[in-house]
């Protein structure tokens, strides 16, 4: 039996601060704007052996949003990690985010058995993920990216990059700045670089084209 529920939260983020998220087993897809809230949505989703089962754990499952000094936090919260669910069988969940945040703010995401996506970013963003794949595009600002287990795609950033990659694919297309890129055990295509490009692979090929600097 499946039993779903919803969380939509708006949060104001002043200018120079930063949003940050830690989460797991769900997608996570940003996209930005210019106004200063940050628009969160979650689908918070789980099976279980019956209805009653599947909405007490959905139930409490917590997503929490909290203010620090740098900025905006935000945190998913698993009844496993309080109320001892670990010894539970056939139960599966999953929580799916959409964000809306300001587009002149940082981005610092760690998340894992999941997908990140992110569009329109100009600050920069700072992304570790695992088991999932990574897609940043239209954006500024110095990218770091970090995925394990899943592929990396960076298209159309105005700034530096620094991709690091095991287990999955490395795709940087048009990166109006320096491109550094290591990776482990799949393909690295690079092209439309402006500037240097250093690319660091093992167990798999490499393909740079259009650098405007060393390689």
């Known amino acids: 039996e499946e039993f779903a529920r919803k969380f939509d939260k708006r949060v104001p983020l002043a200018a120079g601060r930063t949003l ?33 089962e599947a909405t007490r754990f959905a139930n409490e499952i917590q997503i929490e949003v909290s203010e620090t000094p740098q900025g905006i936090m935000v945190r998913t919260r698993y009844p496993q990690e309080s109320r001892g669910f670990f010894g539970r069988r056939n139960t599966s969940y999953s ?3 959409e964000i809306v945040m300001p587009e002149d703010s940082a981005l610092a995401v760690k998340n894992s058995f999941g997908s990140v996506s992110v569009t329109g970013i100009k600050a920069g963003s700072d992304i570790d993920n695992s088991h999932g ?27 530096d990059a620094t991709l690091t990659g095991n287990n999955g694919s490395v795709t940087a297309t048009q990166v109006s700045g320096a491109l550094t ?9 690079a092209s439309r670089v402006s500037r240097a490009a250093t690319i660091t692979n093992s167990n798999g090929g490499v393909e740079l084209s259009d650098a405007g600097g060393g390689s």
């Not at 940050?20 to 279980?48: K, L, Y």
């Not at 287990?149 to 105005?158: K, R, V």
């Not at 890129?181 to 295509?189: K, L």
């Open 133 to 159: 794949w990574v897609r940043v595009r239209d954006t500024g600002g110095a990218q770091q990216i970090l995925n394990s287990f899943g592929s990396i795609e960076l298209t159309n950033n105005a700034g």
């Open 20 to 52: 940050r998220m830690e989460h797991r087993n769900g997608s996570i897809t940003v996209s930005a704007r210019p106004q200063r809230d940050v628009q969160i949505h979650a689908d918070i989703r789980v099976s279980a052996d019956n209805l009653e």
């Open 181 to 189: 890129v290591r990776n482990r055990f799949g393909q690295v295509n």
């Open 95 to 97: 929580v799916d985010y």
